[in-house]
T-cell receptor, first 116, second 111 residues
Framework: GAVVSQHPSWVICKSGTSVKIECRSL??????MFWYRQFPKQSLMLMAT?????????EQGVEKDKFLINHASLTLSTLTVTSAHPEDSSFYIC????????????FGQGTRLTVV | DAKTTQPTSMDCAEGRAANLPCNHS???????VYWYRQIHSQGPQYIIH???NNETNEMASLIITEDRKSSTLILPHATLRDTAVYYC????????????FGAGTRLFVKA
């Protein structure tokens, strides 16, 4: 299957700082990417849909000014957690879908963020 | 997207078939049944999907009832590496479809 890569795999940052997570589709182009957050022992929660060349669509309850999403190219979407706090510590996962509409979405390996 | 109901956890002996049920009684005619799994601290992995016919691939088989209100994912010969959380999801297959995850079933494969 297609490969989606996230970077970094894990990151530790201080409270108040911002951290950027990259999601790349390595061998295909993706007009749409999705960002999820997962707390320990819980399921994945969809945060936003990232569309290449346009603004992201955020799910209800997700602060768009805190979780900045940029999808500048067909192979890269970034999630920036701004002014991070310990409660933002979580496992962040992205997924990407091929341009054809009838294909599956592929998931990255996830990024574990710890805010201290 | 339609809601799905899955058992919280299941056990399976290594080498035996693992049968994971999923209820989706409110599924719409244009919604597909998808299965993913998530091994600890990794991203979800796609397993299989289907609309109304049974499907089989190298990983698993998907059996969908005739009324489409439930389905079963079958791992024919479970191994220890199949220990994971398995998610059953129903959704449309066109446009900017979103994958909404429920709680899933935690499958423990035991030696």
């Amino acid at each position: 299957g297609a490969v989606v890569s996230q970077h970094p795999s894990w990151v530790i940052c201080k409270s108040g700082t911002s951290v950027k997570i990259e999601c790349r589709s390595l061998d295909f182009q993706a007009t749409t990417m999705f960002w999820y957050r997962q707390f320990p022992k819980q399921s994945l929660m969809l945060m936003a849909t990232s569309n290449e060349g346009s603004k992201a669509t955020y799910e209800q309850g997700v602060e768009k000014d805190k979780f900045l999403i940029n999808h500048a190219s067909l192979t890269l979407s970034t999630l920036t957690v701004t002014s991070a706090h310990p409660e933002d510590s979580s496992f962040y996962i992205c997924s990407a879908r091929l341009l054809r509409q009838d294909t599956e979405a592929f998931f990255g390996q996830g990024t574990r963020l710890t805010v201290v | 997207d339609a809601k799905t109901t899955q058992p919280t956890s299941m056990d399976c002996a290594e080498g035996r078939a693992a049968n994971l049920p999923c209820n989706h009684s409110t599924i719409s005619g244009n919604e597909y049944v998808y299965w993913y799994r998530q091994i600890h601290s990794q991203g979800p992995q796609y397993i299989i999907h289907g609309l109304k016919n049974n499907e089989t691939n190298e990983m698993a088989s998907l059996i969908i009832t005739e009324d489409r209100k439930s389905s079963t994912l079958i791992l024919p010969h479970a191994t220890l590496r199949d220990t994971a959380v398995y998610y059953c999801i129903v959704r449309v297959n066109t446009g900017g479809f979103k994958t909404i995850f429920g709680a899933g079933t935690r499958l423990f494969v035991k030696a």
